[in-house]
């Protein structure tokens, strides 16, 4: 496995929830989201550089039967803007039940849906990078 902080981005049309590895490419911990818009790109790449990460993995939303609908379309365009503005690797992977997940866990954590809201998009941003670096380090040990 690659050493280096790993980010990656849960891609929505309000806010674009962020999470982080640690170095070594264990863990995942979330990060405060950004607001959706072209101001995203410059925090994004900011955190780039803050926590000098080696890649960014962002959610591709498909329909359960794997199908891409209006928000894969949606976060590939993302993607295709943000390669424009950072020099790290960009790579997509599926992010099915991602934020049914992370709902479940804050849930579990005593949190409602209503007071949940505000972190939802980031947990499902660590979600999605725990998934992909347990399955790189599965995959390796092999």
Do not use: N
Request: net charge neutral; proline share 3%; with cysteine.
């Amino acid at each position: 496995m690659r050493r280096g902080v790993r980010l990656a981005c849960d891609v929505g049309s309000v806010r674009i929830g962020i999470a982080r590895s640690d170095p070594s490419g264990l863990m995942a911990v979330p990060l405060e989201a950004v607001k959706a818009g072209e101001g995203a790109f410059a925090q994004v790449l900011g955190l780039v550089h803050e926590y000098e990460a080696i890649e960014i993995v962002v959610g591709l939303p498909l329909s359960m039967d794997g199908t891409e609908g209006k928000a894969a379309g949606l976060a590939r365009a993302w993607v295709d803007a943000l390669c424009t503005s950072v020099t790290v690797p960009v790579r997509m992977v599926d992010e099915r039940l991602t934020t049914v997940q992370a709902q479940r866990g804050l849930h579990a954590a005593g949190r409602s849906t209503r007071t949940s809201r505000a972190v939802i998009d980031s947990a499902s941003a660590v979600v999605l990078l725990q998934s992909d670096l347990d399955a790189e380090r599965a995959r390796e040990s092999k």
